[in-house]
């Protein structure tokens, strides 16, 4: 996913004795320091094109588009020991919600394109494993970005800007700064990051003697606990209560404090390759939904009536819907547990009760308690992706992370005028609430309307393997496919108009 970076002023963990550090912006996959460290001494300097903050899917997905469309020379700096971002961070057993195929630089397949046999993904294509997806983002860098000899890499440091506009980075382990000329731009892939469970401390107070874990350290504990109480309602939390089922933890032994209810994506309709007409058909369903429906919460419920949206409960109207994908395996594993709190977030968890914003329920020293409560999406304030000095990274269509990143890459490489780029993709803020999703949605038809009208863009996204739909022309006589072509024809442009009134009775 994409980073967060948060104004303050703190002491960086790596800095020498002797400097002093000034205020900062400060993100796991790299630090934008907005002063100059007083006594820093500058090492040789690097000169680049495009000076890229993050290796994460966001910096490699923008890279490899750079290295493919344009001869431009490319510097990444990143915090972290190797490229990857959060899946450097990431719980053992977490897996991509989408498949393989559709994730990644556009230039290097992930996976196999298999389909799984066995397990609760068994019939859809595959998900790659938190191990997969570190060394393939360390393969794209050795095998395709460094051999090119356009781009250099360097890991563990920290990246900063000093008054005078002068970029430089410091790694931790020397605390030698070097400057960096930039001939371009910088690209900043940094503002949209959000916090992880494993990174971050828990949003709620913990007292002393409570066990109180993330949930990466699940694989690790040395006692079995009588009792998990599971704190979260997003993407970990389901994730954690899945493999704890799986694993043969009774439902019964599980609490799940949840302070919102969710819609999920239906993983059904979200396959690659010879699934592809279902996907295709999960476009129609949602724009003849959209050009029906007399409210925002009507869409929604006609898409679950669909089978393209679910909930885990379906007594509870979600407020929340953040675009992750589950299949209906995992769905009827989390039905099972009943012991579900909902009375609002997580004040702090003492030795006998957890406080909640709408009373305390009941927790005893036998009782492990599970961190899943982490922001994983940020929500700042919007900017211009494309300036004459920067690229800042931020989604600019629903969905489909690798696919939005690399775009941008092949925008800034092949549009001349930063006004022309923006024009072509405009920034809209990570989705959280159920409208969040349909302004996201009326925003891809725009923007999918305007690029085409470029043919370098227009080709690209036809071609591109990170484009879930890209490959639909091949299968344009499957009886699915052809009924869905006059669907979408019947309500599309009905769908984008309703979409204004639904948005704009909620605002």
């Not at 196999?112 to 595959?126: H, M, P, T, V, W």
């Amino acid at each position: 996913m994409l980073a967060r970076t948060r104004h303050r002023t703190l002491v960086q963990r790596h800095t020498p004795s002797h400097r002093k550090p000034g205020p900062m912006r400060r993100s796991r996959g790299a630090i934008l320091r907005l002063g100059a460290p007083r006594a820093a001494a500058m090492s040789d300097l690097t000169e680049t094109d495009y000076l890229v903050v993050g290796a994460g899917a966001a910096g490699m997905a923008f890279t490899d588009a750079l290295l493919t469309h344009s001869d431009a020379t490319v510097t990444i700096v990143d915090r972290r020991h190797a490229p990857g971002g959060h899946w450097i961070d990431a719980y053992p057993f977490v897996r991509l919600h989408q498949p393989s195929a559709f994730y990644g630089v556009d230039s290097v397949p992930l996976g196999q394109d298999a389909i799984d046999r066995s397990g609760l993904n068994a019939g859809f294509y595959e998900l790659a494993t938190a191990d997969e997806l570190r060394a393939y983002f360390a393969r794209v860098m050795q095998q395709h970005f460094l051999a090119s000899g356009r781009v250099r890499y360097f890991p563990g440091s920290d990246y900063g800007r000093d008054p005078t506009g002068r970029h430089h980075f410091t790694p931790a382990l020397t605390g030698v700064t070097r400057e960096v000329r930039v001939r371009r731009k910088l690209v900043d892939t940094t503002y949209l990051e959000g916090s992880i469970p494993a990174t971050s401390a828990p949003p709620f107070a913990v007292a002393d003697g409570v066990r109180c874990i993330a949930a990466g350290e699940l694989t690790r504990i040395g006692d079995r606990p009588e009792r998990f109480v599971i704190v979260g309602a997003g993407k970990t939390a389901l994730d954690t209560c899945v493999w704890l089922l799986a694993q043969g933890v009774p439902a019964p032994a599980i609490r799940w404090i949840k302070p919102r209810e969710g819609w999920w994506l239906n993983r059904r309709y979200h396959q690659p390759h010879t699934y592809l007409p279902d996907f295709y058909a999960g476009v129609g369903l949602q724009l003849q939904a959209m050009a029906e429906a007399a409210s925002v919460e009507d869409v929604l419920l006609r898409l679950e009536s669909d089978g393209f949206l679910l909930r885990v409960d379906t007594a509870v109207m979600p407020t929340m819907c953040h675009g992750a994908i589950i299949s209906e395996a995992e769905l009827g594993l989390l039905r099972k547990i009943e012991d579900v709190v909902r009375m609002g977030r997580v004040r702090r968890i003492e030795r006998d009760r957890i406080v909640l914003d709408g009373g305390t329920v009941p927790t005893d020293a036998h009782t492990l308690h599970v961190h899943c409560a982490a922001q994983g999406l940020a929500r700042p304030a919007l900017r211009p992706i494309f300036e004459a000095d920067r690229v800042t990274v931020q989604p600019c269509l629903w969905g489909f992370a690798c696919y939005q990143f690399a775009l941008l890459g092949v925008v800034e490489a092949t549009i001349e005028r930063d006004d022309d780029k923006n024009r072509l993709c405009p920034p809209i803020a990570y989705w959280d609430q159920p409208a969040d999703y349909l302004s996201a949605y009326l925003a891809a038809m725009a923007g999918e309307q305007a690029r085409a009208a470029f043919p370098a863009l227009a080709t690209w996204a036809r071609d591109t393997r990170l484009n879930p739909l890209s490959g639909i022309g091949q299968q344009r006589d499957h009886p699915t496919v052809v009924e869905t072509r006059e669907r979408i024809k019947r309500f599309g442009g009905a769908a984008a108009g309703k979409l204004v009134k639904l948005l704009a009775a909620t605002a």
